[in-house]
């Protein structure tokens, strides 16, 4: 059966009879019919006797009603929920973001996009390296990635690419004494002795920490820390100095942190990716969002 011929049948019960029935669907009287008796033919009974003119529902007929009602109102409501969905005021969008860009400026976005688009919903899963969040993309968990990469991505056919922001480096310390004096961005070489707070090898803020152990004698990683939300605390435990992205320097600094720039030439290039392939109406909206922000 098919919801079309759901839909005939209880046009024919509904109205007593197929006449009146394909005058109310404005079809021809023996597309209901036939429409009818394939159903019949696919269900194995009858659903109708005729007596004189009228049509009178067998026990069958009888049973298939009150289901038949609950299938049409479920497919109403599914045609409803994409037609929300494509008119941007329901359903869910899916994104895989990297720890930093979380913070920042995903924040910003997802704010921006919501005051426009309140009725949707917004999921950030957690992705580690650009190559995490390409597999997302890739097996279908997230529609939309936000990606940090030293130097703009390379080109993948798979993918396209919005350059979305541009973060340097900075140094988050638990006192102004664990860092060299001025206000200058601090270079690598005068962190002699520094015990860092690092992230996981293959992310920016590994390379960027990588950068100072090889410049700055006797500095010493104190931490490696994958999960990065700890990262902060640690500073405030007086375990070290953490290297991250300037994005933190919002959460850092409230925190009574002190944080300065590390002068390093490399910076992250913050980009949203997607597949090539047509992406949702949900998506597209926010990319939209993101192109008027930037």
Do not use: C, N
Not at 77 to 83: F, L, M, P
Not at 138 to 153: D, F, H, K, S
């Amino acid at each position: 059966m098919d919801a079309r011929q759901l839909a005939y049948f209880l046009a024919v019960v509904d109205h007593g009879g197929v006449q009146r029935a394909a005058e109310e669907l404005w079809v021809a009287q023996p597309s209901v019919s036939q429409a009818i008796k394939k159903l019949e033919r696919g269900l194995g009974t009858p659903l109708f006797r005729r007596y004189g003119r009228r049509l009178v529902l067998t026990p069958a007929g009888e049973a298939l009603v009150t289901p038949a009602r609950q299938v049409t109102r479920w497919l109403a409501a599914a045609d409803e929920s994409v037609a929300a969905v494509e008119r941007l005021l329901a359903g869910k969008l899916t994104i895989a973001a990297m720890p930093s860009q979380a913070v920042s400026p995903l924040t910003e976005l997802v704010a921006a996009f919501r005051r426009l688009h309140p009725g949707v919903q917004v999921s950030v899963r957690a992705a580690d390296r650009p190559a995490d969040v390409a597999a997302a993309l890739r097996t279908g968990t997230a529609e939309l990635g936000l990606i940090a990469t030293l130097g703009r991505p390379g080109p993948d056919p798979e993918l396209v690419v919005h350059p979305v922001d541009e973060q340097s480096f900075v140094l988050v310390a638990q006192d102004a004494a664990d860092l060299p004096e001025g206000d200058e961005p601090v270079a690598p070489a005068l962190l002699s002795g520094a015990r860092l707070i690092v992230g996981q090898p293959g992310t920016g803020m590994r390379r960027a920490a990588d950068q100072i152990l090889a410049a700055a004698p006797g500095a010493a990683i104190a931490v490696e820390m994958e999960h990065r939300e700890a990262l902060l605390p640690l500073v405030l435990a007086g375990v070290g100095i953490a290297v991250v992205a300037a994005s933190w320097r919002r959460l850092a600094e409230p925190m009574g942190l002190v944080v300065r720039d590390l002068a390093l030439e490399e910076v992250l290039h913050v980009s949203l990716v997607h597949r090539t392939e047509p992406v949702s109406a949900l998506a597209r909206a926010f990319v939209a969002a993101i192109q008027r922000a930037i």
